[in-house]
């Protein structure tokens, strides 16, 4: 093993390597990214792989917008197909408080640029002429948004990364950090030390873990969130569908299965990722509402995933004090896949030319000291 | 909402029915569910008489032996569900079964499986043409439906199923053109063998099924002649007009669920496959969670019926906590049975394979 490298990056999710590709392309030499499984084997790999603009917030809507341009530009630069996929978001409303929301969003959403509409119940059918619109009051639909496949865009960084001369270190787990003088010095792993003086730390649903390592106590949960899939069928719809008020999000995969998950928001926090026989029932209970035509398609797998969640569900990105070489990728509550190819770019720049961003000032770990958060609505 | 049993036991064969028949000598609130519309699972197609000592049914019919069990069965301690599908595990305790209602959820403090085999399939030349039929299903269809499913059959395995199977389509009036053996010894018992050598029966060694043929249905099948490393010989290849291929080329344990409930899985080529470890009581890694019969490693019906009485005695002595020496001197008496019934020089086979799994298992 390499005992030494410049950025040890722990997690080889979707931010793990995005980050070492972008730090590879600004020319970081000795990069190591260090997965206690295989790529994409955590929230990654088991996460719906939508990537959308319809945000409630400025900043996710920039980030947002800012890394859909990067999808769409993928898989020319990483020389690989990455399922993506401009299909849409079709975010269904049902209860007038939905509709007063949606209206601000759409207000803030179209200020920042985006082409997005509030639209009638019966526009939606134009979209998904199979779609149920009994007690649908509205939706909001926004064409650029879509999706990927996860697996195939970590591979797509990855394997760009290993050609510029990243090193990935899987099956390996880091079972301590050591640090002087707030300055962290290395990585030790169950395969062996490495001296490094930056550790970047993307374990997603471990990343509180991994923080702790060092003592600190950041503000990011796991919660288990359920998902799966059907045999693949005929195109049905083209945009990912969601709606907040059942806390559901469905869509259909390019070899025709159809992705549908769920959260529920009373259970407790916990590392729990088994599939539960309760959400494969209350799910396509409620899919089946939605779109009636699902009827007779057979479910062929399901499993479960951890959203690292933050108290305003916004990831946390930048060092966190005392130890300004500890940097954060965590906390993306659910939408770390469709937000870490610009996250990516910002830390790079970070970590490169010590560059603050707004962006990383605002999520930085400090704004929890101050009550007001700005909460995150659209999450499901 | 869900049902809650003492214990649940998914599938209604051999197995399955002896350990219902212990366990309810000690405590109640058992179920048995199974996919099929009868219990009895392969024991109700086997008209043939079993062998061993009378502890082991010999000279029994496995159908006889089947109904033996049922009637056996006391009504007001065990609930039998037919035509039920297990078809989830989620752990630690939920066993999802799916009937002409729907889904339900049960609950159960312990749970057996004895989810047996299936069959395998070989690759051949159109081994997809109507035609092609697993040894089971031949069976299903004469002994259990009372069809006659064929006219002439070639049989591909000479193992016990590849024989008695070929001896009861004789019975049932069909034409058995012979019985081919990629291996060079026959695999069955010699005395199945000798029967349908005395009917006339050629069984070819080292023999195998190059392709089936025919106009949208079995019409022939052409045969080649193996060399020692299993190798085609070219200029062996015969012709023979059959209207079915019967396949009884081995069985492969069902563990599905039992892998869902999180045991530990093992390859183990003796017991025909990937299996589940368990102890001498058929316990697996996870407690409460029993196996038994063929879904632990394929043998015979008589050692699946013995597994069954050793999970059922294990799981009703875990809840009841009934005299530790009756549970003592009858977990002894089933442990002479199996081990006298492994002796056979047919069972060294199997006895290596549950003796791996045991070693591997610590």
Known sequence: MNKKASVVIIGGGINGCALAYELAKKGVKDVMVIEKNFLASGSTGRCGGGFRQQWSTPMNIKFAMESVDIFSRLDEE??????????????????????????????????????VRLIEPKECLKIVPDLNIDGVLGATYCKSDGHANPFYVTQAYAKKAKEMGVQFLLDTEVIAIDSHNDRITAVQTDKGKIMTDTVVNAAGGHAHLVSSMLGLDIPVKPYRHEILVTEPVNRIFDPMIISFHYHIYMRQELNGGILMGQGDPNEPSSFNVEGSFDF??????????????????????????????????QPILGPVPPFDNFIHIVGFSGHGFMLAPRVAQHITD?????????????????RFKNMDLDVDVNVV | ???????????????????????SKYTNKILIVDENIKPGGQLSKQT?????????????RGVNICNILLDGLSKEKVCFRPETSAIGFYKPDTLIIQDKE???????????????????MVSFENNDLPGVYGAGAMQTLMNLYGVKPAEKVLMLGAGNIGLIVSYQLMQAGVEIMGVVEASPFIGGYHVHAAKLRRMGVPILTSHTVKGVYGDGKVEKAIIHKLGGGFEPLHGTEKTIEIDTLCLAVGLTPSV????????????????SGYVSVHDDMMETNIPGVFVAGDASGVEEASAAMLEGNMAGLKAAYDIEGFNRSVFLNEKEIVEFELKSLRTGPFCERAQAGKKRLMVEER
């Open chain 2, 256 to 271: 599905e669920l039992l892998h869902q409930a999180g045991c530990n899985i093992k390859f183990i080529k003796e017991l």
């Open chain 1, 350 to 366: 970070y970590i490169v030319d010590n560059k603050l961003s707004d962006e990383i000032k605002n999520c930085s770990i400090d």
């Open chain 1, 78 to 115: 990483l020389q690989y197909k990455t399922e993506y996929y401009q299909g849409g978001y079709l975010i269904l409303a049902y209860t007038p408080e939905e509709i007063r929301q949606f209206e601000k969003n759409v207000r803030l959403q179209r200020e920042m640029g985006l082409d």
């Open chain 2, 102 to 120: 729907g889904l339900h959820k049960i609950k159960g403090n312990k749970f057996i499986f004895a989810t047996g085999a299936i069959e395998n």
């Open chain 1, 280 to 313: 494969i029932n209350q799910v396509c209970k409620k899919g089946m509402k939605i779109m009636p035509v699902l009827e007779n398609i057979s479910v062929v797998r399901q499993w479960a995933g951890l959203y690292a969640v933050t108290p305003d569900a």
């Open chain 2, 48 to 60: 043939h008489k079993f062998f061993g000592s009378k502890n082991h049914y010999a000279s029994v």
């Open chain 2, 1 to 23: 909402m869900s049902e809650e049993y003492n214990i649940v036991i998914v599938g209604a064969g051999p197995a399955g029915l002896a350990a219902a028949t212990t366990a």
